[in-house]
């Protein structure tokens, strides 16, 4: 039965008298993330731990209402529940004594009606952002509130849980203007192939790039699901090259990332690397082992085809072995995936893409009534996390010596409890390993150790640079010519213009204060 707000009020001596669940899946591309339990006690008011002698501002001691805006992570709500009235959320209000007002712009276009919520007058207390670049042009505008006194007095949790090297990435003169929510793994992509694909074929899976090639020409024209149809695809992308990380890494580079090269940094769309790259996949387009239709896959089209056996061989998120690849192989038993080792190029190169440590920011508009129950919210996801990122103990999961046991049926009722304890993820490797393993034979947590051991860090990790705010926008259209290329509609010299144009309209000025940067923290 699903409770009201009235019902929130009361707190409730045991969370294992909150017996209804749910749970939650994320976006962003990085499900699973969250830690430790914080219980309110028993009796008739609700007191958090560390916040007792805490108190709220004079006057606003009975249940201050306080609006947010966060993503709604692209999930989905049980019948007769939405953002503002479900179990996770009105669990959050009996523990905080807060009456939380949820706002959640589309997926599709939530960077820009954050910019339209920031002018409309109309502020609310917290908005959750992705972009750095978003992040920076507001703090520059004066427009967000400094945080360090209120961590200091309401945010325990926070400071404990929150290396200092990360508050020092949302500091501008010195002060911190968002409480940062964290990435748990560094990287996403590795490669799955189907091994009953490579047996009937006679392959051996593949290590070096040729080997790659020989196998996605063999996948695409040799007829690996025996059926007497050319249905199959060697290889395939989604859309703007996603899932072609592990490709570049052969050649020793990844868009959108900064190396270090001969003491100083530049940029890996402009380097001689990305031009071999680019000129390999467009040889496989060429001959017909590249999917045609690439540049029109969705994750949903992705999906599609490797369920109906139409893709044997792809790069995978850490997490598609529970997904996709789970259900081609329910729907052909015979169906068998393995990892397989990162291509290695012509010169002995091989990784993957790395993602940023921080993964959102909790930001305050500059003139919130309410940035004190702000951070007391966002401690209080950060202290229980157990509750917010498992589900409710004995109901959901439950303990079995050092192994956590998940009813999978309740666990993806409720995932929609991600979109709360998104706010605020502190990794803890411990819990993090234990729910994975308890999800199932899914091999979750030895691909994220597959993937840590091969990435390719992004060696700038600072604040967005002026120029990066001047002139990101138009600089990124110009990738366009990427897609381009490796379709056959530009040459391969197409690509020597854009990295000229690529330094004349803003990246040379960017490519400078990189460096300064740099020169700064050496």
Same mark, same amino acid.
């Given at each position: 039965m699903t409770r009201t707000k009235a019902d929130t009020s009361r707190c409730l001596p045991?969370? !294992?008298?909150?017996?209804?669940?749910?749970?939650?899946?994320?976006?962003?591309?990085?499900? +699973?993330?969250? /830690?430790?339990?914080?219980? $309110? *006690? @028993? @009796? !008739? @008011?609700?007191? /958090?731990?560390?916040? $007792? #002698?805490?108190? &709220?501002? %004079?006057?606003e001691r009975t249940r201050p209402q306080v609006s947010i805006v966060i993503s709604n992570l692209g999930m989905t709500f049980p019948e007769g529940m939405d953002e503002n009235d479900n179990r996770y959320l009105n669990y959050i209000e009996e523990q905080t004594g807060l009456d939380i007002q949820v706002n959640t712009p589309p997926t599709e276009v939530y960077d820009e009606k954050l910019d339209v919520i920031m002018s409309s007058g109309n502020l609310p207390d917290l908005l959750h952002a992705y972009e750095p670049v978003w992040f920076d042009n507001y703090v520059k505008q004066g427009a967000l509130l400094p945080l360090d006194d209120l961590i200091d007095r309401y945010g325990p949790h926070l400071k404990a849980k929150i290396p200092p090297e990360v508050w020092d990435r949302v500091k501008y003169g010195g002060k911190i203007y968002a409480v940062p929510s964290l990435n748990e793994v560094t990287g996403i992509e590795l490669i799955y192939a189907r091994k009953d694909w490579l047996d009937r074929l006679g392959l051996d899976p593949p290590e070096t790039l040729d080997e790659y090639y020989e196998v996605i020409r063999a996948f695409t024209r040799d007829d690996p699901d025996g059926n007497g149809l050319p249905d199959t695809v060697g290889l395939t992308f989604t859309a703007d090259l996603g899932r072609s990380s592990p490709f570049f890494g052969a050649f020793g580079t990844q868009l959108d990332t900064w190396f270090e090269r001969d003491g100083g940094l530049v940029y890996g769309n402009i380097l001689p690397e990305t031009r071999e790259a680019l000129g390999f996949l467009a040889g496989l387009y060429q001959e017909g082992l590249l999917e045609r239709e690439f540049p029109l896959n969705l994750q949903t089209n992705l999906f599609e085809k490797i369920e109906y056996g139409k893709v044997g061989l792809f790069s995978a998120t850490w997490y598609d072995t529970r997904g996709p690849i789970a259900a081609n192989m329910k729907r052909d038993p015979s169906a068998r995936w393995i990892p397989l080792e990162y291509p290695i190029g012509p010169h002995g190169d091989k990784g993957v893409y790395s993602i940023d440590l921080i993964r959102g920011y909790n930001v305050i508009p500059a003139d919130s009534p309410h940035a004190a129950e702000?951070?007391?919210?966002?401690?209080?996801? %950060? *202290?229980?996390?157990?509750?917010?990122?498992?589900? +409710?103990?004995?109901?959901?999961?439950?303990?079995?010596?050092?192994?956590?046991?998940?009813?999978?049926?309740?666990?993806?009722e409720s995932l929609y409890r991600?979109?709360?304890? *998104?706010?605020?993820?502190?990794? #803890?490797? !411990? &819990? +993090? =390993?234990?729910?994975? #393993? *308890?999800? @199932?034979?899914?091999?979750?947590?030895?691909?994220?150790?597959?993937?840590?051991?091969?990435?390719?860090?992004? $060696?700038?990790?600072?604040?967005? !640079?002026? $120029?990066?705010? =001047?002139?990101? #926008?138009?600089l990124n259209r110009l990738e366009d010519v990427f897609v381009k290329i490796i379709l056959g509609i530009e040459p391969l010299e197409a690509f020597d213009r854009y990295a000229e144009r690529w330094k004349a309209e803003g990246g040379s000025e960017i490519t400078k204060e990189v460096n300064r940067w740099y020169e700064s923290r050496r």
């Open positions: 045991k969370l !294992t008298r909150i017996r209804d669940v749910l749970f939650r899946r994320n976006m962003r591309l990085l499900p +699973f993330s969250v /830690l430790l339990l914080g219980m $309110a *006690s @028993g @009796g !008739t @008011g609700c007191s /958090l731990p560390g916040y $007792a #002698d805490q108190p &709220l501002p %004079a006057g702000v951070i007391q919210l966002l401690d209080f996801i %950060a *202290s229980d996390y157990k509750t917010l990122k498992l589900g +409710f103990e004995n109901e959901i999961w439950r303990r079995d010596g050092d192994r956590i046991v998940t009813d999978f049926a309740l666990h993806d991600g979109i709360y304890q *998104s706010l605020v993820d502190v990794p #803890d490797e !411990t &819990l +993090f =390993k234990q729910r994975l #393993d *308890s999800l @199932g034979d899914f091999n979750l947590y030895n691909n994220i150790q597959i993937i840590q051991r091969h990435i390719m860090p992004n $060696a700038f990790y600072g604040i967005p !640079t002026p $120029a990066m705010g =001047k002139y990101n #926008d138009n």
